[in-house]
């Protein structure tokens, strides 16, 4: 990976914001502890002087001190540990450049299987996305063509975002299934999922971003896990083979951790014991009046009753360019106001690239290059330099199916927005500009 | 605190276990920025047989490497660093008399002002326990009397869970508020408001426990905002002033996250745009069947969209025993089935101590001591002998009102559970075995 934006080795990112925060970090852990700076010196082998050193943030972050801290504190050395702050001026850039330069190829099998390109990433967020490129060409659509090497999964949820002719092939249950991908395609998958990718050509390019992330149960959460062991980690996760095995798994859980019977439970939430009992027991689910009722019972926020609703299918959800939702941003007709950082007359906003090379030319092509609603001051913006040459692509992509996600599918609708690359040309959405530059656009 | 139960200073708690995650942890974060072996060893300007062999759980941890790792990889040197499970066998036990031993004494003010004693605790758990006894007397309840001395709040939640005649004062907007507590009263505070504790007699005693925690926040979340400074933090903290200020807030968040303007998710989910515009500006709520469309349309899930709903009023919520529910776990009338650890006929139940303070004499006293429901095998159970003396206490509870959690009173209802001192005495329940010995009761 490329080492730019990082000070030289030796020198961690935000040295002394690390050091205050790890100052405070101890005396905070003391006062939790209900300890005086006095008795938290003692504790830890210190005159007081010491301690009152190591709260100051001239002080280096000591380890052995954490070590010695949980040693003698029912705490854990990385309770002192502070994160580095690696995005003090608000972004971090990789150029397209820098990208290309830290470009490594990994082989399986024998044969050179992927390219593997940096992008801009924190130390203040899990996300680890990366380019990579499949330089595996097959010719056919077979998970057991000899071509295709799988992985055993990761512990990272991934979003993949598709250049060119991909394949994506993906195990779950025990079933292999294999999609092909063209540019603008993405896909989700779950963790621990075995899944690969290949080629279909070696004439286009062929790549990916791949943009994995822990979510939830990175970080505390997994260090917690795994102290506590697989067995343990198991009776987390509560049934969600239906909604209502779900609702019934979360129900019990809040009544077991209570220990309030669920007779009771009914009584205080004027529900039919009976009734109650069914949804406990994973055959029915709450009405919106009966989740009311039972979250002020057992004094809970409504939301505490309701489980996550899990849309993805065989473990992925995958959303073809071709029946993908789009929008404008601001919406055509939205108030021309301009900001201080775009004029009103020089923010036109166009069709995206991606929309456009599958539709014919606008028919009010802008007067100037169209440009990113974001400041002309500063330099930092990457819009067009960090994006890796052909993303988006050029090949037009297929498919004829909107995102498969059917759990939402009754639900979901088609955008008003131009969609088809027809109803893009014949109505060309008026170019306002950038009235809510500011906002989180973008 | 007493250190019983922790190895002796300079072997921190589970150091095998320790080891041998830290070894996982630097695999898995290599394998998450797609560093194979060899690669992860150059990055770190190791031969591959000593990355290898900090992989090994023989091997100790190395601060220095985390460091070199959090250096020349977008991570974090506590991302590294594993929990320390302290709780191998299930349970950790702290004696009253280890409890009553590791008394310390903290001045304000100038004058005796509290008695810390440590309670059981865990590096596995944020929960921050303590015993707390109040040595400054006072003779009214004036929050500006002199021998009350506050403190400044602190980051963590905390229930106080109350012995004798004790004064609990807390700040909340500016305005100074005294509660008269008693044996059994409970109160929940919310972080940052100042608060203290007196007694108002000296011949009873007068403690209480003070269980505080950061539930969410803590961990992570806390390094995460501490590092992007208090300013961000701010922003995070969405208008809860209402639930359809909060719900409002919570609906901007997400379409300005997804750049989706409010037209299009009017569009999406069949909610007509005025209606929405009046949700996403705090001036009413969804209603049920609006949040399961527009979770669809915005692919959440429905709890998504719903706040939580903040049940504390001026900071706190109190619980005062004498309205309190009570209720029996297993309810009156379960089949007395027995269990391996406790036989059908050994294990009584008797009303809680706790209630049967508060009335008549129960008129079926049972023939032995009554005896928690766990095995009688196991020599960890404190039930009895780390509880403070005079916990229960025998001080009779006083007020009238039942908790003060006025969100939920409208549907919050009187148990069915003998409740009154006469209904105690003229209902007992008949004693049945403990057919959920096992169960997540106790």
Redo the contacts between chains.
């Keep these: 990976?490329s080492?730019a934006n990082?000070?030289p080795?030796?020198?961690?990112?935000?040295d002394e914001?690390f050091r205050r925060?790890a100052g405070?970090l101890l005396h905070?852990a003391a006062?939790?502890?209900?300890r005086?700076s006095r008795?938290a010196a003692a504790?830890l082998?210190l005159t007081d002087a010491d301690y009152a050193a190591h709260l100051a943030p001239e002080q280096g972050f000591s380890?052995d001190l954490a070590?010695?801290a949980?040693?003698?504190?029912?705490?854990?050395?990385?309770?002192l540990?502070?994160?580095?702050?690696?995005c003090p001026r608000g972004v971090r850039v990789l150029r397209a450049t820098e990208s290309a330069s830290s470009a490594?190829v990994?082989q399986r099998g024998g044969i050179d299987y992927y390219e593997?390109r940096a992008t801009a990433?924190?130390?203040?967020a899990s996300f680890?996305p990366?380019w990579?490129r499949m330089l595996s060409v097959v010719t056919d659509d077979d998970p057991h063509n000899a071509d295709v090497h799988w992985n055993n999964g990761?512990?990272?949820y991934q979003f993949t975002y598709c250049v060119g002719p991909v394949n994506y092939y993906y195990r779950w249950n025990g079933r292999d299934h294999v999609l092909r991908m063209n540019t603008g395609d993405s896909i989700w998958g779950l963790p621990f999922s075995p899944h690969t990718f290949t080629a279909r050509n070696a004439e286009e390019p062929a790549y990916v971003l791949a943009l994995?992330y822990g979510g939830e149960l990175m970080?505390?959460a997994q260090?917690?896990l795994?102290?506590?062991g697989p067995d343990t980690a198991r009776g987390f996760a509560l049934d969600t083979d239906s909604a209502a095995a779900a609702q019934g798994r979360l129900l019990r859980s809040y009544l077991?951790?209570s220990?309030?019977?669920l007779?009771?439970a009914a009584?205080?939430?004027?529900i039919p014991a009976g009734r109650l009992a069914g949804v406990a027991d994973g055959g029915t689910t709450l009405t919106?009046d009966e989740v009311?009722?039972l979250?002020?019972?057992l004094?809970l926020?409504?939301?505490d009753l309701?489980?996550?609703?899990p849309?993805a299918v065989d473990g992925v959800s995958v959303c073809p360019a071709a029946t993908s939702?789009s929008?404008?941003?601001?919406?055509p007709g939205t108030a021309t106001t301009g900001c201080a950082n775009w004029p009103a007359t020089g923010c036109t906003r166009t069709p995206a690239p991606w929309r456009s090379t599958r539709s014919a030319p606008t028919p009010t092509p802008p007067t100037r290059p169209s440009r990113p609603c974001a400041p002309t001051s500063t330099s930092t913006s990457t819009t067009s330099a960090a994006a890796p040459s052909g993303w988006p692509g050029s090949t037009a992509a297929s498919g004829t199916k909107r995102c498969w996600?059917p759990?939402?599918r009754?639900?979901?609708?088609r955008?008003?927005?131009p969609s088809s690359p027809a109803a893009v040309a014949a109505t060309p959405p008026t170019p306002p500009a950038c009235s809510r530059c500011a906002?989180?656009?973008?």
Tied chains: 1, 2.
């Design positions: 990976m080492t990082l000070p080795a030796g020198t961690p990112a935000d914001g925060r405070a905070s006062g939790d502890l209900r005086t008795s504790d082998g380890w070590q010695r949980a040693t003698v504190w029912p705490l854990n050395e990385r309770d540990v502070p994160v580095r702050n690696d490594r990994f593997y990433m924190s130390r203040l680890r990366a990579i990761h512990m990272l994995t970080g505390d260090h917690e795994a102290a506590l077991d951790a220990a309030l019977p007779e009771h009584e205080l939430s004027g919106p009311t009722a979250a002020a019972a004094r926020s409504p939301r309701l489980p996550v609703v849309d939702r929008w404008y941003h601001p919406p996600n759990a939402r009754p639900t979901s609708r955008s008003s927005a906002s989180a656009a973008g």
